[in-house]
Nanobody
Framework: QVQLVESGGGLVRTGTSLLLSCAASGLSVSNSNVGWFRQAPGMDREFVATISWAGSRYADSVEGRFVISKDNIQNRVYLQMNGVNPEDTAVYYC?????????????????WGRGTQVTVTS
């Protein structure tokens, strides 16, 4: 059974940094495609970043500010969020799929965590 558990969310000020972590069990992040998505109140879930052995990819809105990485030994995927602003406020979800090509469509991910809340104050 695949489980993804996010952690690291919280309340932070504009311009600061936050590190989100996704702990995976039941699959190996070394040969999976793992992504981060976010959903703000009243908005659709949107792509943030994704990673596999093929590389990584970012949404335009976070390119240059956020960094996705993974630890194959710890079986975790991280999202380092730098220079956050109120528009980054959302519930952040970790998602995974068995294929390894980079995917930005949330509908193509098989497994989802429950999310972690990130709130950025001005």
């Amino acid at each position: 059974q695949v489980q993804l558990v996010e952690s690291g969310g919280g309340l932070v000020r504009t311009g600061t940094s936050l590190l989100l972590s996704c702990a995976a069990s039941g699959l190996s992040v070394s040969n999976s495609n793992v992504g981060w998505f976010r959903q703000a109140p009243g908005m659709d879930r949107e792509f943030v970043a994704t990673i596999s052995w093929a590389g990584s990819r970012y949404a335009d809105s976070v390119e240059g500010r956020f960094v996705i990485s993974k630890d194959n030994i710890q079986n975790r995927v991280y999202l380092q969020m730098n220079g956050v602003n109120p528009e980054d406020t959302a519930v952040y979800y970790c998602a995974a799929r068995d294929l390894t090509n980079l995917e930005v469509d949330a509908g193509r991910y098989q497994y989802w965590g429950r999310g972690t809340q990130v709130t950025v104050t001005s």
